[in-house]
């Protein structure tokens, strides 16, 4: 199996701060995090701590699927590491950086996902784009 790495990048009119809180608030990273148009967010679940799990579980036409993982790193407002998966498609962890700098007033966002299998690389990058997009209309 080949991995590859998928880069996102999206400016915020937030802080660093909000923008980061928002990704580790369950009331409002479940309308951005793996919240598809069609589907509905059913739960979120987040221990906000290094070694926590997080699970987002986002119906669509019936069906639950689970985004599943552990939080590596939180360093506030700088960097949020967290691991992923989502067993109903691969069981794999692979891992998510989400680095944060200050812009102006606002903020910029690069996620990096780290051991992507060549099969998922497309999906993937557009699916963390459409992510953050919807995070940019929640968080600013």
């Given at each position: 199996m080949t991995t590859r790495t998928v880069t996102v990048t999206r400016r915020f009119n937030v802080t660093p701060e909000q923008l980061f809180d928002a990704f580790l608030d369950p009331a409002i990273a479940g309308r951005f995090m793996f919240a598809t148009p069609t589907g509905e967010m059913v739960r979120v679940d987040i221990?906000?701590?290094v070694g926590?799990?997080?699970t987002f579980?986002?119906?669509r036409d019936g069906e639950d699927i689970e985004h599943v993982g552990q939080i590596l790193e939180l360093d506030r407002p700088h960097r949020l590491t967290f691991q992923f998966a989502v067993p109903k498609y691969d069981p794999t962890n692979t891992t998510v950086r989400l680095d944060i700098t200050a812009?102006?007033?606002g903020s910029?966002?690069?996620l990096t996902?780290?051991?992507v299998d060549d099969?998922?690389?497309e999906q993937t990058g557009k699916g963390w784009a459409m992510i953050l997009e919807n995070a940019v209309q929640v968080v600013g």
């Amino acid at each position: 199996m080949t991995t590859r790495t998928v880069t996102v990048t999206r400016r915020f009119n937030v802080t660093p701060e909000q923008l980061f809180d928002a990704f580790l608030d369950p009331a409002i990273a479940g309308r951005f995090m793996f919240a598809t148009p069609t589907g509905e967010m059913v739960r979120v679940d987040i221990e906000a701590k290094v070694g926590g799990a997080y699970t987002f579980v986002d119906r669509r036409d019936g069906e639950d699927i689970e985004h599943v993982g552990q939080i590596l790193e939180l360093d506030r407002p700088h960097r949020l590491t967290f691991q992923f998966a989502v067993p109903k498609y691969d069981p794999t962890n692979t891992t998510v950086r989400l680095d944060i700098t200050a812009d102006g007033i606002g903020s910029v966002l690069t996620l990096t996902h780290e051991g992507v299998d060549d099969a998922y690389l497309e999906q993937t990058g557009k699916g963390w784009a459409m992510i953050l997009e919807n995070a940019v209309q929640v968080v600013g």
